[in-house]
């Protein structure tokens, strides 16, 4: 027995040695240990209704005891459940037909072949509670920075892995688009899902989420760790631009002042972590009209009509203007949009003499209009006065049509 003892002691440390390496208690180790010789002798005997399993941690050994029925010597039609009354009689010398007797069973004369099983069913019940316990920590980390070094990158995403050994994945959708990264280089990010469907752990991590610009400021800004500053509203392009509205409880701090720093100190850290992303910060306000004009800066309004049931607002602009509240490729109309949360149509505050595009709808078609007025041509001056090979360009029309849309406007001035 001595020597089927150490065996089983050996093989209590190897199990040990594997909770220590997934960071599992001693209380859920012993437990599991337990579930996991109870299952493979219920494979093996068809049940474990009679059997104990003792675990002592403190010694590193298992005990099994086996619980029998005492039957006639030649009633025995299963040993697992019965013993015969002879048999029996030498564990328990005062027993009789019809008792039970309990007598200590060495797992490893199960064989080979019961170890193997043990081992890999307790490997699998430890793996399922590794990722249970590391769902439910990263599940409390919604929303929280992390960093991960890069341990291979496929096309549409990428294996990070944490100081614990976790594992993290970076899609490619939610990475910036000119991030670049190589093996082993480290990532900051922030989680925003985190999943353990069919005990499959996916934590996903994002470098585009509006969240992971909040947090950056969080990080730089100590008035907004205090809860001096809030931030109201973030609205971004990931890698291009962002606009961030921030208002303070306190009259005596410029929330925008604190947010970019001396100099840009504090804004410039941020931007380099976003592969220089432009960040507009700007105070944010209930009245709407005065939070659209602050949206489309840096482009200066000449007037600005809300409509707060549609929740649309046309804004009038200085010709020279327009361009400004667009923006490259449209990125600023459309960030002042997701930060208000208002349509804005953008207008040019015209001379007498020159007309809005919408006049010539009954000439033109309003599809075609929509796309000059998106690009901020939205007067019969701003098409004619723009190169014909950049209305092409921009419009992505052809060349005969925009020679047709411009022989249209020019007969209107000649009238």
Known sequence: MAKDSTKSLSMIETFSEFKELKNIDKSTMISVLEESFRCVIAKMFGTDENVNVVINPDKGDCEIWRDREVVADDEVENPYTQVGFTEARTIDPECEIGEEVTDSINFLSFGRRAVLNLRQTLSSKILELHKESVYEKYKDM???????????????????????????????????????????????????KVDNKNNNLKIIVSRTSPMFLQR??????????????TIKKIARIPGERAKVAVESFDDRIDPVGSCVGVKGSRIH???????????????????ISLLIARAISPAKYVSIKVDEENRRAEVSLKPEEVSLAIGKNGHNIRLAMKLTDYQIDVFRDIDEDDFYLDAFNDEIEQWIIDIFKGLGYDTAKSVLDAPVDELVRATDLEKETIDEIIEILSAEFKK
């Open 142 to 192: 919604i929303g929280q920075v992390v960093y991960g070094e890069v341990y291979q990158i496929w096309k549409k995403e990428m294996l990070l892995i944490d100081a614990n050994g976790n594992e993290l994945l970076l899609p490619k959708t939610e990475q910036i688009p000119s991030d670049f990264y190589r093996k082993g280089d480290t990532v900051k990010a922030v989680v925003v």
């Open 216 to 229: 950056l400021f969080e990080l730089e800004v100590p008035e907004i760790q205090e809860g001096l500053i």
């Open 269 to 287: 850290s941020i931007v380099r972590e976003l592969r220089n992303e432009n960040i507009d910060v700007i105070n944010y306000t209930s009245n």
